[in-house]
């Protein structure tokens, strides 16, 4: 009995960081294409107020995650992840689009999606983060279209996937990668090996 309560005791000390793998998988193929995931048509708000969606993504390969700016837990390392492979993939001449879908659109305005982005130093010429609908909405969409949880726990945290995806330009989600891997370097091959 003792040996679980410290069991229980080191689950609730880690924090909801050990539940965000629900739905995500741990698999270190980054290939996700079997998997048939096709992103649903969709136009949210970015930061800047503006109308965003499948239009603008048309015909591009374009990389999304979810997350939200209050997130006690892992967003403070996916994001700079991100931030990274940004930098990294524009130094390599690679042309895409890189998607943040916030899972707290009620906190998540344009304006404070704006201020996040810029103090995470993302390039929003080519980043998004994308806001404009409800808790139910933002589930559904992860959940069809990228075979992925979104929850809210009623506290100050959100379950979400910690993976980035990789998108095609006809909106098939052919990749997926860890949002938690501070070593990029297989992902960077990855991705210089798959989009063209």
Request: glycine content about 8%; proline content about 4%.
């Amino acid at each position: 009995m003792k040996k679980l309560s410290v069991i229980l005791l080191a689950f609730v000390l880690s924090g909801c960081g050990w539940i965000y793998q629900v739905g995500s998988g741990s698999s270190s193929e980054y290939d996700f294409s079997e998997a048939g995931a096709e992103v649903i048509p969709f136009e949210f708000t970015n930061q800047e107020g503006e109308p965003y969606g499948s239009e603008q993504l048309e015909g591009q390969y374009w990389l999304a995650n979810m997350i939200f700016t209050y997130c006690p837990t892992v967003c403070p390392t996916m994001t700079p992840n991100m931030q990274r492979l940004q930098a990294t993939m524009e130094e390599e001449g690679i042309d895409m689009s890189y998607i943040s879908f916030t899972v707290d659109p009620e906190r998540d305005t344009p304006e404070h999606l704006l201020s996040y982005g810029t103090n995470v130093g993302a390039n929003l010429e080519s980043w998004q983060f994308l806001t404009g609908y409800t808790q139910d909405e933002i589930a559904d969409f992860s959940r069809e279209s990228f075979m992925a949880v979104v929850q809210d726990t009623d506290g100050e945290d959100i379950i979400h996937s910690t993976s980035f995806f990789l998108v095609d330009p006809s909106g098939q989600v052919i990749r997926k990668y860890s949002g938690l891997q501070t070593n990029q370097d297989t992902i960077v091959e990855d991705l210089l090996k798959t989009v063209q």
